[in-house]
């Protein structure tokens, strides 16, 4: 089955763009459900960054791609975090972002290494991947962890789903990777980033999905529990 980039691309745009309404509307009603504001937040920014890629000015300019490249970043990494900082019961929002916005400065500091070792445009696509595919499993674990807090059941498709994301997203960096230094022949990357896409468009929607479960879980649980209670 031959995928379009192109194609994938606006697919990928208009799923994002629901996954974030259907978070926030979510989130609006069970304002204690774990991950979905930050989920929110993470596809939101991603869609900003996807708008700085399609507005950018000169096709050789780098700024606006690091600029939109770390925007993404800061929003995975805050969506791990959202669900550490609940599984430790801590509240810190300033520490959270100011960590987000941290790791989001260690990709940048990773381009500028592998700029200078000359890997050329592959110095943001590999570091870029390679730090969402973490994060990704990162929150995966993260989902998993919290059952022991509130034994929701739908945390596991919630997790399964990140840790697809992840290890798509870990893919598309070992593809690139191996490209750049003659493991894999030239045009490797191109052949796979399809499906490696396609991949995450699909773990985006599920993952939503799965978060959309907790929290209708627990709002489920807390209505048993206050009519039990009367």
Partial sequence: MELNVKTLYLIGGIVTVA???AALLTWYHHRNAPGLRAWAAALLLTVLGALILRVRIAQADLAPVLAADMMIVAGFAAMWL???FAN????DL???IAIAVGISAAFLALFVVLRALGVGRQAASIPFSLLLGLLGLASAWEIRRGRHKDDLHSR???A??????GIARVVRAGVLGCEVVHILPP???AATHPYTLYATIVFTVVVTYGLVMMANEQAGRREAMQFAGQ
Wanted: charged share 10%; proline share 4%.
């Fill in 88 to 91: 430790q019961g801590r509240t």
């Fill in 160 to 165: 399964l789903a990140f840790a697809g994301l």
């Fill in 94 to 96: 300033v520490r959270l």
């Fill in 82 to 84: 959202s669900l550490r």
């Fill in 187 to 189: 045009g490797a990357a």
């Fill in 156 to 158: 596991l498709p919630a």
């Fill in 19 to 21: 996954s974030a309404g």
